[in-house]
C-alpha cells in the first residue's frame, strides 16, 4: 500500500464539498504562508519586492480552488494518490504559465530569470505540499 493511500490521510478527493468550501480560506492562507518566502527568495532579482509578494499572493489565488474544489471533485472515490499526481503537477504548471503570461510583454526577464522563477514556483509548490504532508499525516488541520 503507498503512503498516499493510508486511510489515517485525511482523503481530499473523498471529503463533501461543504467540507472543502470550509477548508479552502485556511489551506489558502497556509499555503501562501509557506510559498512566499520562498517565491520572495527564489524569484528573479529583477522582480521588485512588490512583485515577488504580490506572485505569492496570486499566484496560489489562481490555481488553489482548482487544487481544492474543483479536482477533489473530478476524483471523488478514486485512490489519493491519482488526486495527487494531477493535482500537484497542475498547481506548478499552471503557475508558471500564469507567471510567464504576466511578465512576458514587460521585457523585464530574460532566459536565466525565467529558468530561476519557474525553479521557484516547483520548489515553493514542493515545500507547501510537503507542509501539507506532514500536517495531515500528524491530523493537524482539526477541521475534519
Known amino acids: 500500500m503507498l503512503l498516499f493511500d493510508d486511510v489515517g490521510f485525511v482523503q481530499t478527493q473523498n471529503l ?31 522582480l521588485s519586492a512588490r512583485q515577488k509578494l504580490l506572485c505569492g499572493i496570486w499566484l496560489t ?11 477533489p471533485a473530478l476524483f471523488y472515490g478514486e485512490p489519493r494518490w491519482q488526486y495527487l499526481i494531477v493535482a ?24 536565466s530569470d ?15 505540499f510537503g507542509v501539507g504532508e506532514v500536517l495531515n499525516y500528524f491530523g493537524w488541520f482539526g477541521l475534519f
Open 61 to 71: 489565488a489562481c490555481t488553489y480552488p482548482i487544487v481544492v474544489l474543483v479536482l
Open 114 to 128: 525565467w529558468m530561476r522563477s519557474f525553479t521557484a514556483i516547483v520548489m515553493a509548490n514542493l515545500a507547501s
Open 88 to 111: 500537484e503537477t497542475f498547481a506548478p504548471l499552471a503557475e508558471c504559465v500564469i507567471f510567464w503570461l504576466a511578465f512576458r510583454s514587460k521585457n523585464l526577464l530574460q532566459g
Open 16 to 46: 463533501a464539498v461543504g467540507e472543502l468550501w470550509l477548508f479552502l480560506p485556511v489551506g489558502y492562507l497556509l499555503t501562501i504562508l509557506i510559498e512566499t518566502p520562498i517565491l520572495f527568495l527564489g524569484l528573479s532579482p529583477r
